[in-house]
């Protein structure tokens, strides 16, 4: 990574894999410009949505989100790039759909709060944290891609 990037965890919610839409807002990410470092399908466990959504634990609607967190597979994913978590938090628009701006992915493809189809960092420390929780190390993978001097000024 270089010293002028950053990563940030995205994640795509069951409502996201079992709409097929998880090829279009992977390619939002790439057509921006964002290098992606890691990728996983996946059931997650209880205990993993628990830790993941901790901060959440003492609103009424917890219990539902882990429950709809586990009614399919999702797709954690680790992007790279300039501003990542500040930009990525950008195209995904607001919590709720309905206050997104036409564009980002939640206004584009999405109509309520509770199958808002994707979740992304809203720091960089909670995008460390979250990268942690969901990836080991070795999972991170670092390269050059061959436009990164047609996306990035040297």
Not at 48 to 76: C, E, N, S, T, W
């Amino acid at each position: 990574m270089s010293a002028n990037t950053e990563r940030t965890f995205i994640m795509l919610k069951p409502d996201a894999v079992q709409r097929g839409i998880v090829g279009e807002i992977i390619r939002r990410f790439e057509a921006k410009g964002f290098k992606l470092v890691a990728m996983k399908f996946m059931m997650a466990s209880e205990d993993l949505l628990k830790k993941h959504y901790a901060d959440l634990a003492a609103r009424p609607f917890f219990p539902g989100l882990i429950k709809y967190m586990q009614m399919g597979p999702v797709v954690p994913m680790v992007w790279e790039g300039l501003n990542a978590v500040k930009t990525g938090r950008v195209m995904l628009g607001e919590t709720n759909p309905a206050e997104s701006k036409p564009g980002t992915i939640r206004g584009d493809l999405c109509i309520q709060t509770g199958r808002n189809i994707i979740h992304g960092s809203d720091s960089v420390e909670t995008a460390k944290r979250e990268i942690d929780l969901w990836f080991r190390p070795e999972e991170l993978v670092d390269y050059k891609p061959s436009q990164y001097e047609w996306v990035y000024e040297n």
